[in-house]
């Protein structure tokens, strides 16, 4: 079974990317993909929004799975992993959520073995810059973790733009493959699609 | 990315039509309130929207998802909603900093009565937060800071 986080911070897209992209996901892979989606509010949104497009979901709502509904995730991980048996779960956490507190809470993890984590960040092309000045240190948490960036909403920005991005990105010493996006218009989302599929 | 000015709200906001309403009708009215929540807000004193969404449904089977994040009103959207809508349940999240989430409320409960309130129409709001709205978020090291660092 393989893990796939699909992080990010609020509003940057992540749901949005995961509807985007996995139906080709299954289409190419032919596997079996589950979701757990993390929201903060009582009621999620995200997962009622993943079921109406006919996913299988499985929510985690009122708090975040990095921190305080950590045992919560590992639970219900456990529990998805025993009962639909799938080949790849896909996680949505929050958008305040370090993946790197997801990865080490994976510690007390007691299921059927997950052959292979992968952190895929997303990040919003809009509001970059000034999250950047923001909320820099854990915004560099999260693009520090990535395996692979997804600048996104670039149909709302310029080149320039996208330029600027890369480039800060390498600055706060990402290490993941970069890639520019539109979940909306469809932009590279092949590519994202590929880089979903390698070695799955 | 919790800071002590991070404020999270959860409501759920229902709307009772007299009469049926047209699709587009309900959209738009959709999309201004959540325009006018997200300009409020960032009126209010937010120094930065996180993120305001909701899913609305409607008794005839449509629905509908809007997102915010960020305060000059504009809102995405995407799903319709059907003529002949004459009840809606909208379930809104709103994640911001800079502001508390009593103010939110006031902001939320300020644009669903001047959009949505009528002699046409009934609103009620539900606030889902009401037992556990103090999020005892543990990302330790940005706890005991203002600037977001």
Do not use: W
């Amino acid at each position: 079974m393989e893990l796939l986080i699909v992080a990010g911070f609020l509003g940057s897209g992540k749901t949005t990317m995961i509807l985007s992209t996995i139906g080709s996901l299954i289409e190419r892979t032919k596997k079996k993909v589950v979701v757990i989606v993390n929201d903060f509010g009582k009621i999620g949104i995200d997962g009622r929004i993943m079921d109406k497009y006919g996913l299988k979901v499985q929510e985690l709502s009122s708090g975040c799975i990095c921190c305080t509904l950590g045992p919560d995730f590992i639970q219900t991980l456990k529990q998805v992993a025993e009962n639909f048996k799938p080949d790849i779960v896909v996680v949505e956490p929050t958008g305040i959520a370090d993946p790197e507190s997801i990865i080490n809470s994976l510690g007390y993890y007691q299921g059927p073995p997950v052959s292979r984590t992968r952190i895929f960040v997303i990040v919003d092309a809009v509001r970059f810059s000034v999250l950047v000045k923001a909320l820099e240190r854990p915004l560099k948490a999260q693009i520090k973790a990535a395996d692979v960036i997804i600048i996104n909403k670039i149909d709302e920005v310029d080149e320039t733009t996208v330029r600027d991005i890369k480039k800060t990105l390498t600055d706060l010493h990402a290490t993941g493959t970069i890639i520019a996006t539109s979940a909306t218009d469809g932009t590279n989302m092949d590519k994202v699609v590929d880089l979903l599929v390698s070695r799955c | 990315m919790l800071t002590p000015d991070f404020a999270a709200y959860a409501g759920r906001i229902h709307v009772r039509f007299k009469k049926p309403r047209s699709g587009a009708h309900v959209q738009s009215l959709m999309q201004d309130f959540m325009s006018r929540t997200a300009i409020g807000c960032g009126e209010a004193g937010a120094s930065l929207i996180g993120h305001i969404k909701c899913i609305v449904e409607a008794d005839n089977g449509g629905y509908l998802v809007c997102s915010a994040t960020d305060s000059s009103g504009r809102v995405r959207c995407r799903g319709s909603l059907k003529d002949g809508t004459c009840d809606i349940d909208l379930v809104l999240n709103v994640l911001l900093y800079g502001m508390d989430r009593e103010r939110i409320e006031e902001v939320v409960a300020r644009s669903s009565k001047d959009l949505m309130e009528s002699e046409e129409s009934k609103v009620e709001i539900e606030d889902l937060d009401v037992e556990e709205h103090d999020h005892d978020h543990e990302h330790g090291e940005d706890d005991d800071e203002h600037d977001h660092d």
